[in-house]
């Protein structure tokens, strides 16, 4: 016999159905098996667990297509087991993790591993970014049809730009032959070589090599022009910039197929949160100035940033508390994320079936994954709590590394149950 849970009354928000309505809806084998208006005759179901979601959000699954695992290779930061439970902790049902692993995941057999080691853990789902060249040198591709066929969906050099051109063109055809979203790391290492921080007055004054904005602009100049040569898809990494995100609006108007995403530091911080040297805040790209979060924000507003998605990028604490310029970049981010998109959502007035856009349906549909609130979809669902007054310690989190500048932030609003075919994998309900 199989297992009927009922998830009752809660708001339903589906944007790929322009769905906003008060509703229930029924799992049963793992599977979404009905959607039902509240208060419609519910005929002859008899559900084995109702759950009230009367007050709650619920979503399809949320799905964060920028993670670092560090696995193969760097378990002391992070692990498939702590990682992908983090992850389902924060809200998500799925997870994208980025290759630039020891080794980089540029082989068949690593992906087959990985995906396999994931089975056992009960979090977020796993999905594979493959290497797009091998070792991720920027010179050999590697086998695509392989990797696609171990089960990777996309390929990218994630933390490396392909610098040469011509590679990047080869890449991008053979990967939309392999089914394959390549996703770049828009940084020109010739401008941001050594770099330390965002280029401009702070860096001046605090005395660090600085890192221009040009070096992300040149970049996503780049790769513009290579999708509309080869006509095929291309997917910008954690745009940062004001000028880049202007790039891609601009490309999107010509009609040439790329699509983007930020990181939620992007959209709160600035490089004024390094006065004093703060090294949770040392991210690469770095954070910009107030200029650029504005033009991001709008950039979410008018659509032109697909995909809000964290770079979850953990490091131990002999990496990160040492001198600034010693400090290795990036920031743990799966269990803020959700709590910092509903912030960015109230403070531009944007409905709730706009998160659902972000981190689910654009996502989703980029990665060709099953999309939205459906009668036969796997029953992956996210349910927030949007009045949930709580304060984020990285401490209590379920991350190995705790490098966050949100530490101490208070919220409101948090992912409280994360349903992964049709099964609990995070309970946070009181
Ligand atoms: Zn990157």
């Known amino acids: ?189 010739t401008l941001s070589k050594g770099g330390q921080m965002n280029e401009g007055g702070i860096s001046t004054k605090l005395g660090l090599t600085p890192i221009p904005a040009q070096a992300e602009e040149v970049a996503i100049y780049r790769d513009i022009s290579i999708a509309a040569l080869t006509g095929k898809p291309l997917h910008l990494c954690h745009v940062s910039t004001g000028e880049g995100v202007d790039l891609v609006r601009r490309a999107k108007r010509d009609g040439i197929n790329v699509s983007c995403e930020t990181a939620p530091h992007y959209l709160f911080l600035t490089e004024e949160d390094l006065v004093g040297y703060n090294t949770s805040a040392k991210i690469n790209p770095p954070l910009r100035r107030w200029y650029d979060v504005k033009a991001l924000r709008e950039a979410l507003r008018d659509g032109v940033i697909d995909v809000i998605a964290s770079d979850h990028a953990p490091h131990s604490s002999l990496e990160k508390e040492v001198e600034f310029n010693l400090a290795l970049f990036g920031a743990i981010g799966l269990e ?60 209590e989190g379920l991350s190995k590394s705790h490098n966050s500048p949100f530490e101490g932030w208070k919220f409101t609003g948090r992912a409280i149950l994360t349903i992964v075919d049709g099964e609990i994998r995070s309970d946070l309900r009181a």
């Not at 981190?359 to 349910?383: C, E, F, M, Q, Y």
């Open 1 to 189: 016999m199989t297992r009927k849970v009922l998830l009752k009354d809660g708001m339903l928000y589906d944007s790929s159905r322009v769905l906003a309505t008060l509703g229930d809806i029924l799992l049963e084998d793992g599977k979404i098996k009905a959607i039902l208006r509240s208060g419609s005759p519910q005929g002859d179901i008899v559900p084995d667990e109702v759950i009230d979601l009367s007050g709650k959000w619920v979503f399809p699954g949320f799905v964060d297509m920028h993670v670092h695992l560090r696995t193969p290779g760097q378990e002391y930061k992070e692990d498939l087991s702590s990682g992908l439970t983090a992850a389902a902790r924060g809200g998500f049902t799925k997870v994208l993790a980025m290759p630039n692993t020891s080794p980089a995941i540029d082989d068949a057999s690593i992906v087959r591993s990985l995906h396999s080691e994931a089975l056992m853990v009960k979090g977020a789902k796993l999905l594979i970014a493959a290497a797009m060249t091998l070792g991720r040198k920027g010179q050999e591709l590697c086998e695509y049809d392989e990797l696609r066929e171990a089960g990777a969906i996309c390929v990218t050099d994630d933390g490396s730009w392909v610098h040469d051109g011509a590679v990047m063109r080869r890449v991008v055809d053979y990967a939309a032959a392999c089914n394959l979203l390549p996703l770049s790391h828009p940084e020109d290492t």
């Open 336 to 395: 803020t994320m959700v709590a910092l998109t509903i912030k960015v959502a109230r403070e531009l007035n944007l409905p709730p079936w706009k998160i659902a856009d972000f981190l689910s349906i654009n996502p989703s549909r980029l990665l060709k994954l099953p999309v939205g609130l459906k009668v036969g979809n796997p029953a992956d669902i996210t349910v927030v709590d949007p009045d949930l007054n709580w304060t984020y310690h990285s401490s």
